[in-house]
Nanobody, 127 residues
């Protein structure tokens, strides 16, 4: 199995930056594509960004493009999300996800291609 643990969430003001981390442990050799999702109260979970294992190429949702950067360090089994110019609409629980089946996952891929999930970290952006 694979375990994912997120960290780095918190309360910030609009315009601030925050960096989330996700540490993978266990059978990490299974991990291919990884992604960050978020879920705001009363809303469905939505993808923020995805990154491949092989080339570390990334794709982003339109709502965070040019503000967020996803990266990974395969040697350390770490996934990161650098969030800049945060807005109140970015307030959500952020989840790290990993797929053991696919590496070339597009931003529009179904959520069920990810078979490992973290517990989430809360990000709150005040206006």
């Amino acid at each position: 199995q694979v375990q994912l643990v997120e960290s780095g969430g918190g309360l910030v003001q609009a315009g601030a930056s925050l960096r989330l981390s996700c540490e993978a442990s266990g059978r990490t050799f299974r991990i291919l594509a990884m992604a960050w999702f978020r879920q705001a109260p009363g809303k469905e979970r939505e993808v923020v960004g995805v990154i491949t294992r092989s080339t570390r190429s990334a794709q982003y949702s339109d709502s965070v493009k040019d503000r967020f950067t996803i990266s990974r360090d395969n040697t350390k089994n770490m996934l990161y999300l650098q969030m800049n110019s945060l807005k109140p609409d970015d307030t959500a629980v952020y989840y790290c996800a990993a797929s053991s089946l696919y590496d070339s996952i597009g931003i529009t891929a179904a959520i069920n291609v990810y078979d490992y999930w973290g517990q989430g970290t809360q990000v709150t952006v005040s206006s």
